[in-house]
């Protein structure tokens, strides 16, 4: 696509740069419209503008220029998509993120800690995992439960000491796993020297360190974009007649990545922690570090469809690319260190310009919209179609390319228990759990395990909002009875569908006996099976590298609640087959020749070959087989 897009564009010129087809299909998520809307040849041939005056009120004319812009503001529209598939350790290793407040308590003080992560080494090793994501550990207020950093080098007291954490590093290391941190530098907390100095002398260098700004005149802030965590992203500072801003809570303040003493004050802690030895960085938001220049309003109709206002001047912004080589140049590429970024927003095209390996910014991305079905949000409370993980997933599969590495995960400390969210029924809670962990562990890129999903943990039953510890949620829930009306059962129902509390709760390792122990209701019990599950795939994927981790992937049966697809490799071929659904199926899959290596139907679950027996063909409901076409079966775990 040469020269700028305009509203004489085609959809398919629009959608064949990177921005757009990003940028198109994430509005078609939000409206639930299917993606083959726009690759119909009718449609991709219209023009943009006629689409806009189509859709009427449903893309106003300012989100179409929004998009506009956005795309003629990205220049770099180039990647090797086929280049060669490199192998590396954070392709082959299975990763576990650890939230370390409810991980394991170390010291009986009922709060998690390092030394309680360092004695859950030998059970992480022997679950197969390869390395682990520690959420942040620093020194921090708490706001945002440690998302908000006072000091970089400092680790939180309630968590241990340098001492402690050298030790867990030691430890990971001599299990043959790697560590990576959590890296938050699109803000620091309020708390920090270089606020406190910049808040408290006008003079300070570290003045230009932050976004101060002077109000839009009648008390007003300088912009109209909003937190994500509910309010205005400015804070006014009265003795200073300014205002600086938080795109998260009010304790969270930007960093001002033009500020090139900024960045370089990040290339030195980032090598500060590498020289340590840690093996990377799990990045924070990463692609909100460059915000358009002048902080313009945001368009009132992204913001409208978005729940967020001014994001579209944020997300990927003009100086991304250029801050993310400049970090990788500096710090990552001489240590040989990994990096992956939490970009929400970020479709697969712009995924591609970030992570293609010959492009040298990040190695691999978490994207989100795989979360929620298409027109939902995460305060909904509605039922996961399955199905729409199926097509995504497979899009992702046949287009990401072999030179970039996608993330697989179901759920973070950041979204409710994706098993509860697909079907609340308890009794089916486990099949659901193993049934998502064989999609994790034989398609293609690398597993992200979080913590409590090898015990099939799920939602946790919050009695009432004096329960909910999290920042966003309360909030939200004032928002909600102040601002919007609703009642406060209407508000706390809300609240428990989209609540990060849920996957923040103590993990049910021995209640009672000094760990951390929550009331009665909020309990739960580990499934034993899934663990069982989860350890049998993870050695089979590792057992079976060139095809799970390295080969081929090909859809065979993509039907309603069925998914059926094949991996292959040097090693083996095999064929994955699921019943994504609460109801029996016959998928159409003939296993004639094949072997069944794994099953999981009902509360039956097979993985010593034993299963060699004549199946049925219906599969009851979230049952899945994995059948092994070769005669490989010797070495399997
Ligand atoms: O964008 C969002 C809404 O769609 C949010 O989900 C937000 O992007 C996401 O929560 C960002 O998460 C990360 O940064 C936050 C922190 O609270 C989260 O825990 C962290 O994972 C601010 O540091």
Redesign the pocket.
Known sequence: MKGPVTKNSTIGEIYSTAVGHDAINRILLQLGISEKWVTNPFVSGLRFGTILRLAGKRIPPSMGDAVLSLINAESENDFKADGEMTHTWWKEAVFYQIYPSSFCDGNGDGTGDIKGITSKLDYLRDLGVGALWL?PVYDSPWD??G??IRDYRKILPAFGTMEDFDELLREVHARGMRLIMDL?V??TSDEHAWFREALADPGSKYRSYYFFRPGNGGGKAPNNWTS??SGSAWNYYPEQDLWALHL??QK?MDLNWEEPAVRDDVVRMVNWWLDKGVDGFRM??IN?ISKEPGLPDGDEAVGGM???MG?EKYFYGPKLHEYLRELHEKAFAPHGAFSVG?T??IGRRMAQLVTAQERGELDMIFS?DHLESPGHK?FDDYRYDLNYYRDFITDWMLHYGSSCRMSLFYN???NPRMISKIDPDPARHAMIAVLLAVMQFTLRGTPFVYQGDEMGLANVDFHSIDEITD??SRNLYAELTQERGMSAQEAFATILAGT?DHTRQPLPWNYGNGAIDPPAHLRQKPLADVTEAYRWLIAFRKAHKESLIYGEFRPLIRRKGVFVYERSGADGTFVVECNLSDRERKTGFDPGGYTPVFIRSGAKQITDGSADLRLPAMLVPYEVRIWDRGQTSAAHP
């Open positions: 959420s945002d439960n998302y908000d938050v699109n803000h994500f965590f998260f809570s969270q924070d938001v909100y978005m729940g967020y994001i939490e929400p927003g989100f995460r973070n400390h950041d920042v966003e990060r």
